[in-house]
């Protein structure tokens, strides 16, 4: 039995690579790509990012433009990640099997969530600059959605995984359900849910980038604006102040994570 | 007095899994009774059918007079009052404090604001306090639940019950978590718990031998069948009966135990 287990997995295996590899060839012929060209030209690159896309003196002059772009991104990452944070509080509750009110709620709150997390944040941005136009707004949304659809699956996680003994032994007391939810699922998975903000919090910094060079706001913008214009100098200096930021906002929740958690 | 009856309980999962088959059997005031079975015989469906976190399929469950399958929401929550429950996996609310914790057996008698915000009264307070000091939990009370021992987390557990004032305590396998140490103060707790304070218990078990020393009267769950009802002097075939082809292992386990 265990034998014939094992050679039918590892027969599985050998098909699954067999076929990982077909589908490769298939789509380097399709889309006509040139992989010794590829590789080739990856030294040509670092030899172009060496030799123009550093910042110099120059660049230097641009920093105050930058940080105030670079603060608009910031706030914005935070703002959209936060409120967002508040409405799939609401939302996890009516979809997580512990907490849901009835099974209609919970399935049409889930099928909301998993709507809004699977369209791409860049999705977003373009579906929103038709009604928003280029604004900051626009990638405030862009990012509110999709921040929204992925934080009411990860509360909704949380609280099914942090929550639910306690939520039985206080149904059993006869409580009710206002109690159980703050003498029960607020306690017990608060810690775990202000970790994945502060996670949404970083990942929005990174991607109002993107968004903002969508958008033509914030971080983004002045990036596109300035690599267009083949001030390549000044645009690397910029991915310096992103990474930079980045790092920041990392360390200071990693801090926040070490003292809730 | 009968605190419990159950008249002809029968719980379906689904359409396939039957988990309990026509069960019925009554259980007087003080009793200590422990339910004996392999895992997935039934135990814990049964308990969780006589206060309903479970719903039953057919059957009645009759505690304290009152017909708990008919209850409504509200008046469900207000039976509830009366009947404590014990975990396996202590389901306390692991970021609170202890004496939070058994606060929260107070919830039941609570408005949904006074509860909301945890305010208890002073009546409330003092009665915890001695629960926790009779649970031996005093050097405790501020400390989170996280930072316990398996054996202290039960017993806050069974604070959070008996604040409640309960007639009946339902106990799932309140010491299958526990090293032996640890599960002989928890079963010694429940023990005096029935006795001193006149508490009917319900104890799951999955161990034979502790379920022999400690209960009046034993009910063996097979396949969601009562097979055995009675008192606690059960004869190897009867522990066949009730364990089925496992029964062996047990039998030789107990005698183990006893000579230690
Ligand atoms: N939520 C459920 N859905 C479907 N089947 C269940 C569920 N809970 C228990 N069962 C089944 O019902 C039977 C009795 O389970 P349970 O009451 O947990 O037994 P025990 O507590 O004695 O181990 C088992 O066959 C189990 O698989
Ligand atoms: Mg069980």
């Given at each position: 039995?265990?034998?014939?287990?094992?050679?039918?997995?590892?027969?599985?295996?050998?098909?699954?690579?067999?076929?990982?590899?077909?589908?490769?060839?298939?789509?380097?012929?399709?889309?006509?790509?040139?992989?010794?060209?590829?590789?080739?030209?990856?030294?040509?690159a670092?030899?172009?990012?060496?030799?123009?896309?550093?910042?110099?003196?120059?660049?230097?002059?641009?920093?105050?433009?930058?940080?105030?772009?670079?603060?608009?991104?910031?706030?914005?990452?935070?703002?959209?990640?936060?409120?967002?944070?508040?409405?799939?509080?609401?939302?996890?509750?009516?979809?997580?099997?512990?907490?849901?009110i009835?099974?209609?709620?919970?399935?049409?709150?889930?099928?909301?969530?998993?709507?809004?997390?699977?369209?791409?944040?860049?999705?977003?941005?373009?579906?929103?600059?038709?009604?928003?136009?280029?604004?900051?707004?626009?990638?405030?949304?862009?990012?509110?959605?999709?921040?929204?659809?992925?934080?009411?699956?990860?509360?909704?996680?949380?609280?099914?995984?942090?929550?639910?003994?306690?939520?039985?032994?206080?149904?059993?007391?006869?409580?009710?359900?206002?109690?159980?939810?703050?003498?029960?699922?607020?306690p017990?998975?608060?810690?775990?849910?202000?970790?994945?903000?502060?996670?949404?919090?970083?990942?929005?910094?990174?991607?109002?980038?993107?968004?903002?060079?969508?958008?033509?706001?914030?971080?983004?913008?002045?990036?596109?604006l300035?690599?267009k214009?083949?001030?390549?100098?000044?645009?690397?200096?910029?991915?310096?102040?992103?990474?930079?930021?980045?790092?920041?906002?990392?360390?200071?929740?990693?801090?926040?994570?070490?003292?809730?958690? | 007095?009968n605190v419990?009856?159950?008249?002809?309980?029968?719980?379906?999962?689904?359409?396939?899994?039957?988990?309990?088959?026509?069960?019925?059997?009554?259980?007087?005031e003080?009793?200590?009774?422990?339910?004996?079975?392999?895992s997935?015989?039934?135990?814990?469906?049964?308990?969780?059918?006589?206060?309903?976190?479970?719903?039953?399929?057919?059957?009645?469950?009759?505690?304290?007079?009152?017909?708990?399958?008919?209850?409504?929401?509200?008046?469900?929550?207000?039976?509830?009052?009366?009947?404590?429950?014990?975990?396996?996996?202590?389901?306390?609310?692991?970021?609170?404090?202890?004496?939070?914790?058994?606060?929260?057996?107070?919830?039941?008698?609570?408005?949904?604001?006074?509860?909301?915000?945890?305010?208890?009264?002073?009546?409330?307070?003092?009665?915890?306090?001695?629960?926790?000091?009779?649970?031996?939990?005093?050097?405790?009370?501020?400390?989170?639940?996280?930072?316990?021992?398996?054996?202290?987390?039960?017993?806050?557990?069974?604070?959070?019950?008996?604040?409640?004032?309960?007639?009946?305590?339902?106990?799932?396998?309140?010491i299958?978590?526990?090293?032996?140490?640890?599960?002989?103060?928890?079963?010694?707790?429940?023990?005096?718990?029935?006795?001193?304070?006149?508490?009917?218990?319900?104890?799951?078990?999955?161990?034979?031998?502790?379920?022999?020393?400690?209960?009046?009267?034993?009910?063996?769950?097979?396949?969601?069948?009562?097979?055995?009802?009675?008192?606690?002097?059960?004869?190897?075939?009867?522990?066949?009966?009730?364990?089925?082809s496992?029964?062996?292992?047990?039998?030789?386990?107990?005698?183990?135990?006893?000579?230690?």
């Amino acid at each position: 039995m265990r034998v014939e287990a094992l050679i039918k997995r590892r027969r599985n295996n050998l098909i699954f690579f067999a076929v990982l590899l077909a589908a490769t060839l298939v789509s380097i012929i399709i889309t006509e790509f040139e992989v010794t060209k590829a590789f080739t030209s990856i030294p040509r690159a670092i030899g172009w990012a060496v030799k123009s896309f550093y910042p110099n003196a120059n660049s230097l002059e641009k920093i105050p433009k930058i940080l105030v772009k670079l603060r608009e991104t910031v706030l914005l990452s935070i703002a959209s990640t936060t409120v967002a944070a508040i409405f799939a509080a609401f939302l996890a509750l009516f979809g997580s099997k512990t907490t849901q009110i009835n099974s209609f709620l919970a399935a049409v709150s889930r099928g909301i969530a998993s709507i809004f997390r699977n369209i791409p944040v860049a999705a977003w941005a373009l579906i929103l600059l038709l009604s928003f136009g280029q604004s900051s707004l626009t990638g405030y949304f862009a990012l509110f959605f999709a921040t929204w659809g992925f934080l009411t699956r990860a509360f909704m996680e949380t609280i099914d995984e942090v929550g639910s003994e306690g939520v039985e032994a206080l149904k059993a007391v006869g409580a009710s359900y206002f109690h159980i939810i703050f003498q029960a699922v607020i306690p017990s998975s608060l810690p775990q849910m202000i970790s994945w903000v502060l996670f949404m919090v970083e990942t929005n910094i990174r991607s109002s980038t993107l968004v903002g060079i969508l958008t033509g706001t914030g971080i983004g913008f002045i990036f596109n604006l300035y690599y267009k214009s083949f001030q390549y100098n000044a645009a690397s200096l910029v991915v310096v102040f992103i990474i930079i930021s980045v790092l920041v906002i990392e360390y200071i929740s990693n801090y926040v994570r070490r003292v809730i958690l | 007095m009968n605190v419990l009856e159950v008249k002809n309980l029968t719980k379906k999962y689904g359409t396939e899994t039957l988990a309990l088959s026509d069960l019925n059997f009554s259980v007087k005031e003080g009793e200590f009774v422990s339910v004996i079975g392999q895992s997935g015989a039934g135990k814990s469906t049964l308990l969780r059918c006589i206060n309903r976190m479970i719903d039953a399929t057919e059957g009645e469950v009759i505690f304290a007079g009152v017909n708990m399958c008919k209850l409504d929401k509200k008046a469900l929550r207000k039976q509830r009052r009366k009947i404590g429950m014990i975990f396996q996996h202590y389901n306390l609310v692991n970021q609170l404090t202890v004496i939070e914790n058994v606060l929260h057996g107070r919830l039941g008698y609570k408005s949904t604001l006074a509860g909301v915000v945890g305010s208890y009264t002073n009546e409330e307070k003092r009665q915890a306090f001695e629960i926790i000091d009779m649970l031996g939990l005093t050097e405790q009370v501020y400390k989170r639940c996280d930072q316990l021992s398996g054996g202290q987390k039960q017993r806050v557990g069974i604070a959070r019950a008996l604040i409640q004032n309960p007639k009946l305590l339902l106990c799932d396998e309140p010491i299958a978590s526990l090293d032996p140490n640890a599960s002989k103060v928890i079963m010694d707790h429940l023990r005096n718990i029935s006795t001193k304070l006149g508490i009917t218990c319900l104890v799951n078990l999955h161990q034979v031998d502790v379920a022999l020393k400690y209960a009046d009267r034993i009910i063996g769950i097979n396949k969601g069948k009562i097979v055995y009802d009675g008192p606690p002097d059960l004869t190897a075939e009867q522990i066949h009966m009730i364990y089925g082809s496992q029964a062996g292992e047990l039998i030789i386990d107990i005698g183990g135990r006893n000579e230690s």
